[in-house]
């Protein structure tokens, strides 16, 4: 009974929400001046970190207000406020650094503001408001930098750029789901289409929202933050990282878009990938990169930029970025490339640094897109240039989830609507040696995964077999098995090993005396977490 009425009340529902339900003229298009025009309240709040992270941090917003006026607030984040006051003394008022009007194609000017909190304790979590000592925003959040390194989270984007008001908003808050307390968001360029649009910009940081004012935003421009040769008027202002670029104040072309940050044990590195065909600034850029590179005091490296290495949409090539920085990032052991630009995803490996079907030892490079805009996807450009794709798909909207401790960063990529599509786990050794492991599904845990040094072997006859994939420490039982066994039976036990720290497997033995001359078999390896074979062996005499 009850489920009758539910049912005509839908279908009640259905007719009612009908086109033939509504009125003869269509409303018109709220106008885009309306939509984002600015007010004396603040808005398109956001974090830029400084080049001290644990002590200082930068809060950028906009609001029609005076450079006179323009002011945040901050405290050590009280448990309530609203009728509760701020403790006495626990508050300080903070004058903005910079106040910048961007004239804009919608009949006004969109003023910046950007205030630099200082002295502040590492790891520390704040509370803040900006203004203009009249018209305040919300109290909103943020934790500090730890000094040294700790475990954190950040999220990585692909270009947004189309459909922001509309496709993008869901990718980003879904991440933000995933990881509430993310410390970074990394934005790989493209972040909006038009590069002086006021529109854009508007809708871009409505996507992010309240999550902008209370985690740092690390963003580098693409091609089309561009216009007319020169980066987006907007960009400085509203994100004014720190002057620590190559050349800064010789190169106006990639002013405050080309940066690093150490935070937390990681080094951010962020280049400006447009400039690669003017040869004297690419050259400065990748001398300042080698250097960041070759000095680099925490144990992991991202790096990030707009143009891929390997591009994953067909016929795209970006030879002078492949030529210049992929050494670099392999000489140096840089842990993530995190890229745009293709409107596709890919990720994956050198060739020549590949140590089994599914393992490697370098860096990882990612291509992704969290926008509404796609391309059709191809790993021509990375076969034909020596790297292995180990993942791709087109028509997906996504954001990265990464994970960073101390030994391990896992890296995951996610659809937009919160399901898994792809992930690897970064093993690296207090000697700087890595595995990169694709996150364990059946299929790269069982089969032929495991290599022997050699295939014919005398009788009694040593063979080593490598492994990789595993948990660091894991046991592994190693067989031999005849290939005339039953597939269920596992063999000759032969002995034990623990995989080492980043989950690989070397183990030698002589071949039992079962294993007659003319005999063939298999390494059969199993443990917990995989149950692979190796090449078939055979015996020669
Ligand atoms: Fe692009």
Redesign the pocket.
């Known amino acids: 009974m009850l489920a009758g009425i539910g049912a005509a009340a839908l279908l009640v529902g259905g007719f009612a929400l009908g086109p033939a339900a509504f009125g003869d003229a269509a409303p018109g298009k709220h106008p885009a001046a309306e939509i984002h025009k600015p007010s004396p309240v603040p808005d398109r709040i956001i974090l830029t970190p400084t080049d001290t992270p644990a002590t200082s941090q930068r809060v950028t917003w906009r609001a029609e207000a005076t450079a006179e006026w323009a002011q945040a607030e901050i405290l050590e984040s009280p448990k309530a406020l609203g009728q509760v006051a701020p403790p006495t003394g626990a508050l300080t008022n903070v004058k903005a650094l910079s106040t910048t009007p961007v004239n804009t194609s919608l009949g006004y000017a969109s003023t910046y503001h950007t205030v630099e909190f200082t002295s502040l304790k590492p790891d520390t979590r704040y509370t803040y408001r900006v203004g203009d000592g009249t018209n305040w925003s919300e109290w909103i959040d943020f934790t500090t930098a730890a000094s040294d390194f700790e475990p954190f989270s950040f999220i990585y984007y692909g ?1 947004a ?1 189309n459909y922001i008001d509309t496709a993008v908003p869901r990718v980003f808050r879904q991440a933000f789901a995933d990881r509430p307390k993310a410390k970074a968001i990394v934005n790989a ?2 972040l909006i289409d038009s590069a002086n649009s006021e529109e854009q910009w508007g809708q871009w940081f409505q996507a992010g929202s309240f999550i902008d004012g209370q985690i740092n935003n690390i963003s580098i421009p ?3 933050e561009y216009s007319g040769g020169s980066v987006s008027s907007f960009w400085a202002p509203q994100f004014p990282y720190p002057k620590n670029g190559p050349a800064w104040g010789d190169n106006p072309a990639i002013d405050r878009t080309a940066y690093y940050v150490d935070y937390q044990g990681v080094r951010f590195i962020g280049l400006n990938s447009n400039v690669q065909s003017v040869p004297e600034v690419m050259a400065a850029q990748t001398a300042w990169l080698e250097g960041l590179l070759e000095n680099n005091p925490n144990k992991w490296t991202v790096v990030t930029f ?2 891929p290495v390997y591009s994953t949409a067909s016929g795209r090539n970006n030879p002078i970025i492949r030529d210049q920085w992929g050494p670099l990032f392999e000489e140096y052991g840089v842990d993530l490339v995190l890229q ?2 293709d409107h596709t995803y890919g990720r994956g490996s050198t060739v020549a640094s590949r140590k089994s079907a599914t393992v490697h030892a370098s860096t990882v490079y990612a291509v992704s897109v969290s926008g509404g805009k796609m391309y059709d996807v191809s790993g021509d450009n990375w076969t034909g240039n020596g790297a292995d794709i180990m993942s791709s798909s087109e028509d997906t909207q996504l954001y990265q989830l990464i994970d960073v401790s101390d030994d391990t960063i896992r890296y995951e990529a996610r659809y937009a609507n919160g399901q898994h599509h792809d992930g690897v786990l970064i093993r690296k050794n207090e000697d700087g040696e890595r595995t990169v492991n694709e996150i364990r599904t059946p299929q790269n845990t069982t089969g032929e995964q495991a290599q022997v040094n050699k295939t014919l072997v005398p009788a009694e006859g040593r063979v080593q077999v490598t492994a990789y994939g595993y948990d660091p420490g894991e046991k592994v039982t190693v067989y031999l098995r005849n290939t005339k066994a039953e597939e269920d039976k596992n063999g000759v036990f032969v002995g034990y090993k623990n995989a080492d720290e980043l989950g690989r497997l070397t183990y030698s033995f002589a071949l039992p005396p079962s294993a007659k001359k003319g005999s063939t078999h298999v390494v059969y390896l199993d443990s917990a977490n995989q149950q692979i074979t190796s090449p078939v062996i055979t015996v020669t005499k």
């Open positions: 270009d750029q360029g493209d693409g091609n089309h707009h143009h745009g630009h």
